[in-house]
C-alpha cells in the first residue's frame, strides 16, 4: 500500500514537470516531451487507482498499457513529422541565386 502513494506523489510530481514545461516553453519539442510526460503520468495514476482497486490484473490495466503504447507511437510520428519538415525547409531550390 506504500509504494501506490509512492506511485501517486511521482505521477503528480511528473504531471507538475510537464504542466510547467508546457507553460514555459514555445520550442516544438520542449512542448511535445512535456505533454508526453503529462499523459505518462496520467497513466501511471490510473494504474495505481486499479491496483488499488484490484489485487489481481485486471483487463483495465492492459488498456491503459495499450493507450502508452499508442502514446510512443505518436511521439515517434511527432519526431518523424518534425525531421521530414525541418529537412524540406533546409533544402534549397537549384534555380535560387546565390550573391
Known sequence: MKNLILYQIIGAGLFTLGFY????????????????????????????????????????ELIIIFILGILAIEI??????TFKVFLSATVSSPNEDIS
Open 21 to 60: 514545461g508546457l507553460l514555459s516553453h514555445r520550442n516544438r519539442w520542449a512542448v511535445i516531451i512535456a505533454l508526453q510526460l503529462m499523459a505518462s503520468s496520467i497513466i501511471l495514476s490510473l494504474l495505481t487507482i486499479f491496483r488499488t482497486w484490484h489485487n489481481q490484473q485486471s483487463a483495465d
Open 76 to 81: 515517434l510520428l511527432a519526431i518523424i513529422l
